[in-house]
C-alpha cells in the first residue's frame, strides 16, 4: 500500500500569511490521483483538492495543489481566519486508499 | 442538496457487531459509490471499502476482510455498514462518503466530496 507522509507536523502561522504543506508517497501515485481535505474539530472533512490541482466546487482560489509522482504540495495564498484547521492528503490511484496523517495549521 | 445522513451512536462490548446506516437524498442514489472510512479519536483516516449500490458490489479493504459487511436497500436510498467482533480499537467515528463523480465517468474518482456527519462507535467492556 502507499503510505503517504505529511509534514510539518504542525505548521504555527499568522493570519494573511502562506502555508506551505506537503505530502510525499511511498510510491508513485497513478495519474497523480491525489486529493487534499481540510478539517475543523468536531467536523467530517472537506475537500479542497482533486486531482493534485483542481479544486473542489466552492472552494476559494487562495487554496492551490501541485505535484505529481511521490512529491505534492498544497498552498494557501494567504491565511484566513477559518482556514487554521487540519489538512490531509489521500491518494486514489491505487488500492487500498490512503490518507496522510496530517498538518495541523494552527495561529501562531 | 445532496445530503447523507447517518444512524446515532453506538455504544458496543468487545465481540459485539455494530450496523450504521447511511441514508441519501438530493441525487440519484444508484448512481455513484458510497465508501465508508473511519477515524479513530485524534488520529487519521482509514479506507474500510467501498459499495456499488446499482449492483450491490462491494470492495473491501484487506484490514476489514470478514470482519465487514456493506449492504444497501435502494427502495430507501440506503447503505448499510455492519462490523463484526468488535475490538476497543474500533473505538472510532464511521462516515459515509460519495465518489465526486458519477458512475457514468470513466475516470477514477474515488475522493469525496460529500460526507455524511459521522458516527461516533465506543467499544468498551
Known amino acids: 500500500e502507499i503510505v503517504l507522509t505529511q509534514s510539518p507536523g504542525t505548521l504555527s502561522l499568522s493570519p494573511g500569511e502562506r502555508a506551505t504543506l506537503s505530502c510525499r508517497a511511498s510510491?508513485?501515485?497513478?495519474?497523480?490521483?491525489l486529493g487534499w481535505y481540510q478539517q475543523k474539530p468536531g467536523q467530517a472533512p472537506r475537500l479542497l483538492i482533486y486531482g493534485a490541482s483542481s479544486r473542489a466546487t466552492g472552494i476559494p482560489d487562495r487554496f492551490s495543489g501541485s505535484g505529481s509522482g511521490t512529491d505534492f504540495t498544497l498552498i494557501i495564498s494567504r491565511l484566513e481566519p477559518e482556514d487554521f484547521a487540519v489538512y490531509f492528503c489521500?491518494?486514489?490511484?491505487?488500492?487500498?486508499?490512503?490518507f496522510g496523517g496530517g498538518t495541523k495549521v494552527e495561529m501562531k | 442538496q445532496v445530503q447523507l445522513v447517518q444512524s446515532g451512536a453506538e455504544v458496543k462490548k468487545p465481540g459485539a457487531s455494530v450496523k450504521v446506516s447511511c441514508k441519501a437524498s438530493g441525487y440519484t442514489f444508484t448512481g455513484y459509490y458510497i465508501h465508508w472510512l473511519r477515524q479513530a479519536p485524534g488520529q487519521g483516516l482509514e479506507w474500510m471499502g467501498w459499495?456499488?449500490?446499482?449492483?450491490?458490489?462491494?470492495n473491501y479493504a484487506q484490514n476489514f476482510q470478514g470482519r465487514v459487511t456493506m449492504t444497501r436497500d435502494t427502495s430507501i436510498s440506503t447503505a448499510f455498514m455492519e462490523l463484526n467482533r468488535l475490538r476497543s480499537d474500533d473505538t472510532a467515528v464511521y462516515y459515509c462518503v460519495r465518489e465526486l463523480l458519477p458512475m457514468s465517468t470513466s475516470a477514477t474518482t474515488e475522493c469525496f466530496q460529500d460526507w455524511g456527519h459521522g458516527t461516533l462507535v465506543t467499544v468498551s467492556s
Open positions: 489521500q491518494q486514489y490511484g491505487s488500492s487500498p486508499l490512503t
Open positions: 459499495i456499488n449500490p446499482n449492483s450491490g458490489g462491494t
Open positions: 510510491q508513485s501515485v497513478s495519474r497523480n490521483y
